[in-house]
Each structure stands twice: as structure tokens, then as C-alpha cells.
Nanobody
Framework: QVQMVESGGGLVQAGGSLRLSCTTS??????RAWFRQAPGKDREFVAAITRITSYTPYADSVKGRFTISRDNTMNTVYLQMNDLKAEDSAVYYC?????????????????WGQGTQVTVSS
């Protein structure tokens, strides 16, 4: 049984940093991604990373502030979030897919975590 568990969310002041982690057990995947969903808004792509390529796409809204990384096994992925803004407040979800292409489309991901809340106070 595949499990994906996010951690690292919390309350932080604007300008602060948080590091999210997502650990997968049961099997490994070739592409991992982070999405987020704010209240009343659609879930949106944040960043993705693959096992093979060095291509790591980011949403324009987080470029230069967020960094996605992974361990060598791809079992754990991280999202380092710096210079956080109030508009970054959301539930953050990790996602996984077998393909090595880091698509930003939700429907391309087969497995999801339960989400971790990030709240940025202004």
C-alpha cells in the first residue's frame, strides 16, 4: 500500500521560511511534485522534480523563493520556501507519478498526500 505523508507546515510571519517534506512508502515514483490550494481557490501547481532529469519547473509565483529537492531514492522530496508571503498561505500537497516528465497538470499525478497547512501572517 502506497502512503505519502507531508510534514513541515505551520504558521510563519511574512518574510520567513518553512521547509516541507513528503515521504513515500510502499513504492517509488519517477516524478514528484508540490501543489497548493488556498481557501476558495483551485489547486495549483507549485513545483516538480524527476528522478532522471535536472529539469525542475516552478510556478511563476514562487520562482526565486521556493526550491524543490529530493533524496537519492526519490522517497522523500522537500520544498524549501523562503521569503514567504501572505498569498502563499494554503494547504500544500505532494503528488507523484510514474512518468519522468514533470507536468504541472493535476490529473497527470496518480498519488497524493493528505496535505499540510501553511499559514503566513502579514
Amino acid at each position: 500500500q502506497v502512503q505519502m505523508v507531508e510534514s513541515g507546515g505551520g504558521l510563519v510571519q511574512a518574510g520567513g521560511s518553512l521547509r516541507l517534506s513528503c515521504t513515500t512508502s510502499g513504492r517509488s515514483f519517477n516524478t514528484r511534485a508540490w501543489f497548493r490550494q488556498a481557501p476558495g481557490k483551485d489547486r495549483e501547481f507549485v513545483a516538480a522534480i524527476t528522478r532522471i532529469t535536472s529539469y525542475t519547473p516552478y510556478a511563476d509565483s514562487v520562482k526565486g523563493r521556493f526550491t524543490i529537492s529530493r533524496d537519492n531514492t526519490m522517497n522523500t522530496v522537500y520544498l524549501q520556501m523562503n521569503d514567504l508571503k501572505a498569498e502563499d498561505s494554503a494547504v500544500y500537497y505532494c503528488a507523484a507519478r510514474d512518468s519522468n516528465w514533470p507536468t504541472p497538470r493535476q490529473s497527470d499525478y496518480s498519488n497524493w498526500g493528505q496535505g499540510t497547512q501553511v499559514t503566513v501572517s502579514s
